[in-house]
């Protein structure tokens, strides 16, 4: 059989989805029969790895590397037996675990959809999709997570949703909340907010630093991080949300020592993540121009939105307690799925699987401000300075195409600096920004001043943005295509080199 597969590529665990016979997104279990696959790789050699449960098992070992989605598109780097991976690599050696297991349990597949936080980055995009790429994937089409999620719940509410939706989605690493108008299987997303380093991850942190604290009180020494590491936090934190304390036992050089944590302790270690979380959620509806009432129901994504009190938190800013009627670690890759279908050529899905997701629709918008760097005149200092101008603005539908006409400053001119930015707010201050692509026009000698230069991003349903700076006179370009790994070459690792162990 050949399939349309969805992937969730989770900072803590990846999941993957197919359509069963009957038009019903699955997941496909992975060789050990499990739902979700941790998000760990594990170095054994200079050639060969393990990847998901075995791995994790070795956390916090050297060579062993967990949360890279984390620095996605980042600096960092994870070197094992002389091999420096980069959060790149070791995405693209996941994602070809996870193809391949798929594969063995599912026969071929002809094309994926691997999910993004709805915040992230750019680069971290490109890297994502890089990844995939390497990985062997055929990935024509991307979905931001909450829509994904957004996606499966209205196939799979049990009655047609008709109205505006919030989806939290508080994972391992990645916090989204975007607001959804959902008609029938018509998913558009109004608003969304979020931080790509919030999460789970954080909480595991606040509670080994309680431990630490309370070890010191008991022993009056410091706890070693091995005798009590993130993944017993993990543990314990999972137990948190089932029950109001838990026993910790640590065993260490001088014996054992037993005390207990209680939930209250820990849920006011994590209330400034809670606090931000609310904060973007606030900020989510007026983005939308809504308020709390607007919201016709909530709906959980992510591990972590099982924490009480987080649940607590969504019901104090939304009005409303929150629903979770479907496993919040495996939605994204449901409703991925669902996408991956609808976005197909069709050639490889039954009539009823056709039928399932024939009327879907889904309509994104930009999670971020895109400008331009061009230098004007400063009036209240009465001279030139450099700027940003927005030319995307955050919450843009898309597709979209937009333009603004900037004007050379010099007689003679021959070159502009084409700049491509990115920001989080509305800046005008150059400093404030990040540029994710620079390059130049050469323009012909000997002409005056004031020359037209239109500057036009063209955003597209893939979160391609094609960049064109033109110069109007002669209509000589400079173009580049941002995401879907088409901007930055990574010049990387080798993932053909490594076998699973
Ligand atoms: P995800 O990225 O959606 O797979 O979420 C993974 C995160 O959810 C990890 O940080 C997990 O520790 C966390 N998580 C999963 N189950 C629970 C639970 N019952 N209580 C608290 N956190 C959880």
Redesign the pocket.
């Known amino acids: 059989m050949t399939n349309y597969i969805g992937i969730d590529l ?4 990846s999941a993957v989805s197919k359509l069963d016979e009957t038009g019903r997104p699955i997941i496909v279990h992975n060789p050990h029969g499990s739902n ?1 696959t941790p998000s760990v790789i594990s170095f054994s050699s200079a050639k060969k790895y393990d990847v998901g449960e075995v791995a994790r098992k070795s956390l916090g070992e050297p060579n062993t590397f967990g949360r890279f989605k984390r620095d996605m598109g980042g600096k960092a780097e994870f070197e094992a037996f002389g091999t420096k991976h980069t959060p790149e690599s070791l995405s693209a050696l996941l994602l070809k675990k996870l193809k391949e297991d798929s594969e063995s349990t599912i026969g071929d597949i002809e094309e994926a959809v691997v999910t993004i936080p709805a915040n992230f980055a750019n680069e971290a995009r490109e890297a994502t999709l890089n990844a995939a790429r390497k990985a062997g994937l055929n990935v024509k089409h991307i979905i931001n997570e909450p829509t994904a999620a957004a996606l499966y719940y209205a196939f799979h509410s049990g009655r047609e949703l008709d109205g505006t939706y919030a989806v939290y989605d508080l ?3 990645t916090f989204d909340v975007s607001i959804i108008s959902v008609h029938g299987k018509n998913v558009e997303v109004l608003a969304t907010e979020g931080v790509s380093k919030l ?3 954080d ?2 942190k606040a509670l080994q630093k309680i431990v630490a604290q309370k070890y010191k009180e008991e022993t009056g020494f410091d706890l070693e991080p091995e005798d009590y590491n993130l993944i017993d936090a ?1 543990e314990d ?2 137990s948190l ?2 029950r109001e304390t838990v026993k910790i036992g640590i065993r260490s050089a001088g014996g054992r020592t037993n005390f207990e944590v209680q939930q209250k302790d820990f849920e006011e270690a994590i209330s400034s993540f809670i606090a931000q979380t609310e904060m973007l959620c606030e900020t989510a509806l007026d983005d939308a121009n809504l308020a709390p009432s607007d919201i016709s129901e909530v709906f959980l ?4 939105s ?2 009480p009190c987080i649940q607590k938190s969504v019901e104090r800013v939304f009005k409303r307690e929150p629903v979770s009627f479907a496993n ?2 495996e939605v994204v890759a449901l409703g991925a799925a669902l996408y991956a279908a609808y976005k197909s050529d069709g050639k490889f899905l039954n009539s009823i699987q056709k039928q399932s997701v024939e009327k879907i629709s889904v309509a994104e918008i930009t999670s971020k401000f895109f400008g331009t760097i061009s230098v004007g005149m400063d009036n209240a200092r009465d001279q030139l300075a450099r700027g940003n101008s927005i030319i995307i603005e955050k919450g843009e539908k898309i597709p979209c195409t937009k333009e603004e006409s900037f004007f050379t400053m010099g007689e003679g001119q021959t070159a502009v600096n084409c700049v491509v930015t990115e920001s989080n707010t509305k800046e005008t201050d150059p400093k404030f920004v990040k540029i994710i692509w620079e390059g130049d026009l050469e323009l012909p000698a000997g002409r005056p001043a004031n020359q037209e230069i239109v500057v036009r991003f063209s955003y597209d349903q893939n979160q391609t943005m094609k960049c064109s700076f033109i110069d109007v006179e002669t209509d000589k370009k400079t173009e580049v295509d941002l995401s879907m790994g088409k901007g930055k070459e990574s010049a990387d690792v080798d993932i053909d080199k490594f076998m699973v162990e």
């Open positions: 989770g900072t803590t665990n979700i994972g391992g690493g999460g789970g991850d909480f595991d993990e934190k999972k949300s089932r994504v992510g591990g972590s099982r924490i919040p670690d």
